[in-house]
């Protein structure tokens, strides 16, 4: 059963895998800036993310090895992030930028010896004869084990966040950073976590990209998907399940546009690389304005350094 | 004395200084400098341009200085100012790897006249110190092409096109007029990636076409991710693209085409060694072994190898010219009658698909 | 113990000296890299720092220094109002292009009359674009409260494609042999944007950045716009006491960053880039955001922060070529520059003290 061409399980298997790594980025940096600090240095920590993962999966040889080195190395960008805006009370913006900028060079940089080199292969999780089942098998029962492990990600924060205490004080400290102080939570303690564990799934986001999705090292691997990541985000209403649905829609625009050029449809093909562009744009506005309005479910103390006037 | 004419007198003097001395036979030892638009670790493109300045450093020895070379150099003002680096620097002849520096190659060489330059894919020669060279990949793809309509069993090909330029569209036509020779009912999908380096977007754009029933991809892309996405589906095969790809043999890597840079640059070298050194505007193939087809792996059944083989050597030879008539243009009107060659103005700026290929070039 | 106790008001000498101190910081970190790299640190941050000013090729690079400070300065200069009020244009990258596209398309179009007033008429359609381009997410913002920062930055991937149309489309080279890129602005002498002192590098867009470095300071120091800039960024609520509407403070600061960014990419492309090509965009916009912040968005500031810039570019690449150095170095570099001057920062606004015992 085919629509112009294209096998709609096909297509929603492949827009599951193209999502990964926003979907990873996105809910990481969900959970910082639920703490209320804003990081876009997201684009930076996914390409250390998978220099760092590839380096490690090439010299262990272990795939599993490395998206955990993938993980640290964001994760010890991040430190740099979290430092610089709460211990020495950096503006949030220009660091995450500068974070960018240097992650995308020191990548560069520790990436210049493994250029064309092919990683240890990630092996797809063998279901047996569930995969072969028509329709479904193919979308839910053919993938690499990082598909649902991004899936069990996005629960295990929704369900953090929502009913445990942790996720609660996660959350005062987003929406109000001096009550919290006051109420005695080590907000800069608190930040500094979050930011490392924004870091670290950026980092899982940008070595699947490196190690399972192209996979190679290349220089600016990521090519925008960091702050596609952070749009995600916004539009997700920075609740959990909507970064799913949010990176399945923009992974699945990406993959949708290159299938249409390869069934050979009339359409312009530079119309259709712009679109997942102009459709978050989109997004992001109805987002804005109207009922869902988005100002008013973000973390109130969003972007707000936070200091302890004693 | 104004900045023009110190510049010219300054690189003069580092040219003698450096350059050895040149008489009127030739030159004792000359400096060769290269200018790259990506990484020598692409493992493409660049990377066979700095193989080619490799075997300079091979043949000639002392007589030739081939260290100095450039990466990740951005088309334009950069561009510019690299290559007068680099020319009051002392080096005599320069090679500029990419069509985008052609504006660039030819205003510095009118401030340089005593240094040679020579650019990689270009039309325009401003002044006589400047010179042309390509390579008529076309030819390579005649030879990929048989292959490819002989391997397909879905008689799907794919190619994965950088950008809409005359290269790009011979390339199409090559393969799609080959295998079409061998396999009547074969079709090819173009897919366009506005890129030639980008191993996300060719993974996507390959994965794009495999999921559309293609089982041959044939790519202008330089990386080798459309290989390893092929490889991730059985019975789908692809060719090496400016390099051989090795690590992908014996499959999805069947074949593949390899610009192979360094007879040109031996010759460019040597004659300004000897003193035979004049502009020239250089295209040429498989006979003068600029274009190789890679090893044919056994993967190819032995028949469709010899087949593909003697398409090569007949190109080599000669004896067979890729585009030779009767062909008519995508709309139906004839372009080329029986028996009758392209002309190389034709090929040049050839903005035209050829019949039986489905679809439009961007505009 | 140290604590940090923030000051009454921004100290004046932390201000000046911290930008050196961070220059200082990152040659010396920087050099650190280029050891573990292999290279000799004092060779290579020579190469980057002093050979371009006094070496052996200076006096082709000093021209070569202005070239390439000229867009950033321009555009660093625009960003810093907006950045002021804490409105965040990220997106100069896109308005960078389209303003050239603008500009070089109506060159194009009346190629090859001549006329001095065609040159004039591009500039303002140079400016027009960018303008144009930026007042998509500020409209955006006013009207629904989207966050600027992700529209402009999705507008510049837009425009990178509309760029790749103009190249391979409606602006290419008729008589280019089909191959992308717009005919060459060298052969079109009216409309090409020419160096007005030979060997300094000094063309209209570098002179554009002048004025705009001094325009920028009598806003801030004298016009009421400037005052309103200022005191939305340092205290929005006491703003709207004052009376400053917030919508018309978007749309200013956006509409005169784009339009800056407009022009650099308009005398980028009719001068040192010469075309309308598909890699045309070199990241001035997102570079010039560095420079902002290095000049502390200052005008006087991000005028000498753009001449920083542009030596370690044209430094980096002489350290490429000449040492090997791999390009990305002089990126990370770049990022370094920008992390220390960020944590300097903190000696401006905040004293440290040392304390004995715990705190209560």
Known sequence: MDFGGINPAVLVASLMVASVPIMLAAIGELVVEKAGVLNLGVEGMMIMGAICGFITAVQTGSPVLGFVGGALGAAALALVFAVLTQVLQANQVATGLALTLFGLGLSSLMGQGYVGIKPPLTGQVPFGPLADIPVLGRIFFSHDPMVYLSIAIIAAVWAVLKFSRMGLILRAVGEN?????????????????????????????????????????????????????????????????????????????????????????????????????????????????????????????????????? | MNRRTLMATAALGLGLVFGGSVNAAGMDKVKACFVYVGPVGDGGWTYQHDQGRLALIEAFGDKVDASTFQENVPEGADAERVLTQMALSGCNIIFTTSFGYMDATNAVAAKFPDV????????????????????????????????????????????????????????????????????????????????????????????????????????????????????????????????????????????????????????????????????????????????????????????????AEAVRDAIGAGTYHPFTGPINKQDGSAWLADGVTAPDGDLLGMNFYVEGIVGDIPQ | MLILEKRPSPSRFWTYATPILAVALTMIAGGALFALLGKDPIVAIRTIFWDPLFGEFAFYLRGQLLVKAGPLILIAVGLSLGFRAGIWNIGAEGQYIIGAIFGAGVGLAVFP?????????????????????????????????????????????????????????????????????????????????????????????????????????????????????????????????????????????????????????????????????????????????IVAFLGRLNPVGILLAGLVMALTYVGGEMASTNLGLPSAAIQAFQGMLLFFLLAMDLLSNYRIRFLKGRAA
Not at chain 2, 270 to 293: H, K, M, P, R
Request: aromatic share 10%; charged share 15%; proline share 4%.
């Open chain 1, 177 to 310: 950073h001096d009550a919290a102080h006051a109420l005695g939570y080590k907000v800069t303690r608190i930040r500094i976590l979050a930011i490392l564990f924004g870091g670290a799934m950026a980092g899982l986001g940008g070595a699947y990209l490196s190690l399972v999705r192209v996979p190679q090292w290349t220089d600016g691997i990521t090519a925008g998907a960091g702050w596609i990541a952070l749009a995600i985000v916004v539009f997700a209403s920075w609740k959990p399940w909507r970064v799913l649905v949010g990176a399945y829609l923009f992974g699945g625009i990406s993959v949708l546009q290159l299938n249409l050029q390869a069934a050979g449809a009339r359409i312009p093909v530079e119309y259709l690389s712009m679109s997942p562009y102009l459709i978050t744009i989109l997004v992001l506005v109805i987002m804005s304005s109207g009922k869902g309005r988005a100002s008013m479910s973000a973390p109130a103390a969003l972007g707000q350094n936070f200091h302890a006037a004693r």
């Open chain 2, 116 to 307: 040679k330059f020579e650019h990689a894919t270009g039309y325009k020669r401003d002044t006589d110190n400047v010179s042309t060279y390509g390579a008529r990949f076309y030819e390579g793809r005649a030879v990929i092409g048989t292959i490819a309509g002989r391997m397909t069993k879905s008689n799907k090909i794919g190619y994965i096109a950088s950008f809409p330029i005359p290269e790009v569209i011979r390339g199409i036509n090559s393969t799609f007029l080959h295998a079409k020779k061998v396999n009547p009912d074969v079709t090819i999908s173009v897919v366009w990636a506005y890129t030639w380096f980008d191993p996300a977007k060719e993974a996507d754009a390959a994965k794009a076409l495999i999921e559309q029933g293609v089982d041959v991809i044939v790519q202008h892309t330089d990386s080798t991710a459309p290989l390893a996405e092929a490889a991730k589906t059985a019975g789908v095969v692809g060719f090496g693209q400016a390099s051989d790809m090795a690590a992908y043999k014996p499959s999805p890597r069947v074949s593949s085409i390899i610009d192979n840079w360094a007879p040109y640059y031996l010759k460019r070298v040597g004659a300004l060694l000897d003193g035979s050194y004049t502009q020239v505007d250089s295209w040429e193939g498989i006979s003068a072994g600029e274009v190789e087809i890679g090893e044919i792996t056994d993967a190819v059944p032995a028949e469709v190898k010899a087949e």
């Open chain 3, 113 to 289: 009359t001549e006329s001095r007033w065609i040159f004039p008429v591009m500039i303002v359609a140079g400016a027009f674009g960018g303008w144009l381009w930026a007042m998509i997410p500020a409209i955006l913002k006013t009207r629904f409260n989207t966050n600027e920062i992700l529209v402009s930055l999705m507008l510049v991937y837009v425009a990178q494609t509309i760029l790749s149309k103009a190249a391979t489309g409606f602006l290419r080279n008729p008589q280019g042999m089909g191959f992308p890129g717009s005919r060459n602005f060298s052969s079109y002498p009216t409309a090409r944007n020419v160096e007005l002192i030979s060997g300094t590098g000094m063309h209209w867009g570098v002179v554009a950045a002048f004025i705009a470095v001094i325009a920028a300071y009598v806003l801030l120091q004298r016009h009421i716009l400037g005052f309103q800039i200022k005191l939305a960024g340092q205290a929005p609520r006491a703003a709207r006491f004052a009376g400053v509407q917030p919508t018309r403070l978007v749309v200013m600061c956006m509409g005169i960053s784009g339009a800056l960014a407009g022009l650099a990419g308009m005398f980028e492309v009719t001068g040192p880039a010469g075309q309308i090509s598909i890699d045309f965009a070199s990241g001035y916009g997102f570079t010039a955001i």
